[in-house]
């Protein structure tokens, strides 16, 4: 079993900051791709960042030179740091990670339970 434990979430005003974070932990062979997807109310799900073990990064454009994602492969942890915050960047945000563990032959996407961001106009 997998767990994606999240924290940093909160209320932040309009230009301000937050920085996101998600450990994994359990039997962690390798992970390959972490990252973030967000959820608005009324809206779909949606990518924000991923970045793969090797350090490759995604931004969705709505986010790029905003927000910056990183990662610790020693820790199993995932950062988003979010700058330069808008209404429109509130929602629930998602960790992934795709894990291989030690009983399988491949990896499989474990999602996190959710962070509430809000940022207020």
């Known amino acids: 079993q997998v767990q994606l434990v999240e924290s940093g979430g909160g209320l932040v005003q309009a230009g301000g900051s937050l920085r996101l974070s998600c450990a994994a932990s359990?039997?962690?062979?390798?992970?390959?791709?972490m990252g973030w997807h967000r959820q608005a109310p009324g809206k779909q799900r949606e990518l924000v960042a991923t970045?793969?073990?090797?350090?490759?990064?995604n931004y969705a454009d709505s986010v790029k030179g905003r927000f910056t994602i990183s990662r610790d492969n020693a820790k199993n942890t995932v950062y988003l740091q979010m700058s330069s915050l808008k209404p429109e960047d509130t929602a629930v945000y998602y960790c992934?990670?795709?894990?291989?563990?030690?009983?399988?032959?491949?990896?499989?996407?474990?999602w996190g339970q959710g962070t509430q961001v809000t940022v207020s106009p």
């Open positions: 992934i990670a795709d894990v291989r563990t030690f009983d399988r032959t491949f990896s499989q996407r474990y």
């Open positions: 359990g039997s962690i062979l390798s992970i390959n791709v």
């Open positions: 970045i793969t073990s090797g350090g490759r990064i």
